[in-house]
T-cell receptor, first 110, second 113 residues
Framework: EDQVTQSPEALRLQEGESSSLNCSYTVSGLRGLFWYRQDPGKGPEFLFTLYSAGEEKEKERLKATLTKKESFLHITAPKPEDSATYLC???????????FGRGTSLIVHP | EPEVTQTPSHQVTQMGQEVILRCVPISNHLYFYWYRQILGQKVEFLVS????????KSEIFDDQFSVERPDGSNFTLKIRSTKLEDSAMYFCASSDRDREKLFFGSGTQLSVL
């Protein structure tokens, strides 16, 4: 069974204070690793897909990286509007279905 | 920008009652999904639907659950006899040929009393 563990559970940053969120995973044959953003009361919003170790994707202040055991979501100079829960998910084997972790709740203070 | 629409946003029901949650996926999408999120817990997969049939389902999706695409636009989740533990936020999602990029709706908050 696929397992996704995210840390920390919660993170508070000051505006401009860069940091990283971690997602460690255990799967039988990674198909893809995904990052989503979820705002309170909303559904997850797709951010990135990573397929192989060494791959990186960037979008505005976010950069996602992937190794054989974990992924990091780096947030550079965050702004209050980056406050959200960030979800990591994996798909494996013959399935395209993402299995989600519990997420990291990020609060960025002005 | 196209979006997945879910109705109602909130549903309150009595234990043992049937509920139908409704979704309008993005119009040119081919794959449809239901997930749920119990308060404080992770987003859990229930079922995926393609070409008018279930393609995958989880252990959660037992005989009490069913899905249907009654016409070209709607996608529904029915719970036949609700239980207290069915209380959760239910998310509908859809994807096009890029099956791994899911677009989620804003959810239906189901409360079973």
């Amino acid at each position: 069974e696929d397992q996704v563990t995210q840390s920390p559970e919660a993170l508070r940053l000051q505006e401009g204070e860069s940091s990283s969120l971690n997602c460690s995973y255990t799967v039988s044959g990674l198909r893809g690793l995904f990052w989503y953003r979820q705002d309170p009361g909303k559904g997850p919003e797709f951010l990135f897909t990573l397929y192989s170790a060494g791959e990186e994707k960037e979008k505005e202040r976010l950069k996602a990286t992937l190794t054989k055991k974990e992924s990091f979501l780096h947030i550079t100079a965050p702004k209050p509007e980056d406050s959200a829960t960030y979800l990591c998910a994996v798909s494996s084997g013959g399935s395209y279905i993402p299995t989600f972790g519990r997420g990291t709740s990020l609060i960025v203070h002005p | 920008e196209p979006e997945v629409t879910q109705t109602p946003s909130h549903q309150v029901t009595q234990m043992g009652q049937e509920v139908i949650l409704r979704c309008v996926p993005i119009s040119n999408h081919l794959y449809f999904y239901w997930y749920r999120q119990i308060l404080g817990q992770k987003v859990e997969f229930l079922v995926s639907f393609y070409n008018n049939e279930i393609s995958e389902k989880s252990e959660i999706f037992d005989d009490q659950f069913s899905v249907e695409r009654p016409d070209g636009s709607n996608f529904t989740l029915k719970i036949r006899s609700t239980k207290l533990e069915d209380s959760a936020m239910y998310f509908c999602a859809s994807s096009d040929r890029d099956r791994e990029k899911l677009f989620f709706g804003s959810g239906t908050q189901l409360s079973v009393l």
